[in-house]
């Protein structure tokens, strides 16, 4: 079925260390995006990817795409106090079509 | 301001009342969605809109909740004979219908707390 699944569920980090999320999903996805969400907050789009393969840079965020479009990573490097938050993975499966979110990853960032 | 705006922020209402939801999309958008979050969960889809149009509700959706969005505008979000496994935070979104799907901009959420 429709399914995203989103690793970790919490990550706790030192301010500068890395941080990765990756999703998954078993059936082959249309596009996907991500979102972020601050506590007490809404989700706030991030980017797109639409094409197998895909990497994309926003600053120290870094977005890929996999090649069977399953499966999908975010890569925070240097992390900083600001990158606090939730990240979401959402799939689309028919273009145009609803978002499935993942579960989200939990960030947290120790000063 | 011109985003996505949901009225009431908070309800707060006792086992087995009706509470409605409304969700003004910002003003070009043709697409409406309804998600549900639980503390800890992404966003769950409930349905969504293509002008007044529903396009899919989620199977998951009991018939106790209902939407409209009777003029390709506004939307609401019925919840009859509500339960407390329904509290929590109802979130509205909208977006432009084009060949590739774009960002969904979500409204601040109205949260539910059924007692």
């Known amino acids: 079925g429709q399914q995203v699944m989103q690793i970790p569920q919490y990550q706790h980090v030192q301010e500068g260390e890395d941080f990765t999320t990756y999703c998954n999903s078993s059936?082959?996805?249309?596009?996907i995006q991500w979102y972020k969400q601050r506590p007490g907050g809404h989700p706030v789009f991030l980017i797109q990817?639409?094409?197998?393969?895909e990497v994309k840079k926003q600053k120290r965020l870094t977005f890929q795409f996999g090649e069977a479009k399953k499966n999908s990573s975010l890569h925070i490097t240097a992390t900083q106090t600001t990158d606090v938050g939730t990240y979401f993975c959402?799939?689309?499966?028919?273009?145009?079509?609803?978002?499935?979110f993942g579960q989200g990853t939990e960030l947290s960032v120790k000063p | 301001d011109t985003g996505v705006s949901q009225d009431p922020r908070h309800k707060i209402t006792k086992r087995g009342q009706n509470v409605t939801f409304r969700c003004d999309p910002i003003?070009?958008?043709?697409?409406l969605y309804w998600y549900r979050q639980t503390l800890g969960q992404g966003p769950e889809f409930l349905t969504y809109?293509?002008?007044?149009?529903?396009?899919?509700k989620s199977r998951l959706l009991s018939d106790r909740f209902s939407a409209e969005r009777p003029k390709g505008s506004f939307s609401t979000l019925e919840i009859q004979r509500t339960e407390q496994g329904d509290s929590a935070m109802y979130l509205c979104?909208?977006?432009?219908?084009?060949?590739?799907?774009?960002?969904?901009?979500f409204g601040e959420g109205s949260r539910l707390t059924v007692l």
């Open positions: 979104a909208s977006r432009l219908a084009g060949p590739n799907t774009g960002e969904l901009f």
């Open positions: 059936t082959t996805l249309s596009n």
């Open positions: 990817l639409v094409k197998s393969g």
């Open positions: 959402a799939g689309i499966y028919n273009q145009g079509g609803k978002l499935i």
């Open positions: 003003s070009e958008h043709n697409r």
């Open positions: 809109f293509q002008n007044e149009a529903q396009l899919e």
